[in-house]
């Protein structure tokens, strides 16, 4: 599975961005995918989620009820939809994917993530 992470840029305070995930290869219809934050010196965190047939997804707390994500598998993409983003958003967004069954839930651990996209930089002024 290879991973192709975009849409991040610059934005003020309040603003939105739509970061996207491009998933290939042969275990790509069978795979959860999340998006991790990661800030110079600090560890990768846990943004959000999505099951394998999108049925299912969870959110970090400092993140809910404004971010979104979503996946069109007809495309091969995984969006996060940010809104109302704050300067505590800024960070480098990778995407992360591994294969699974139906039945799995959302995992918040990136050890639980096999394959990882390449990230995206966010920067939110205010």
């Known amino acids: 599975v290879q991973l192709q992470a975009s849409g991040g840029g610059s934005v003020q305070t309040g603003e939105s961005l739509r970061l996207s995930c491009v998933v290939s290869g042969r275990d790509r219809g069978r795979s959860a995918v999340g998006w991790f934050r990661q800030t110079p010196g600090k560890e990768r965190n846990f943004v959000a989620g999505i099951t394998r047939g999108g049925g299912s997804t969870d959110y970090a707390d400092a993140v809910k009820g404004r971010f979104t994500i979503s996946r069109d598998n007809a495309k091969n993409t995984v969006y996060l939809q940010m809104n109302t983003l704050k300067p505590e958003d800024t960070g480098h967004y990778y995407c992360?994917?591994?294969?699974?069954?139906?039945?799995?839930?959302?995992?918040?651990?990136?050890?639980?993530?096999?394959?990882w996209g390449q990230g995206t930089l966010v920067t939110v002024s205010s």
């Open positions: 992360a994917a591994s294969p699974t069954s139906l039945t799995v839930p959302v995992k918040r651990d990136e050890k639980d993530y096999r394959y």
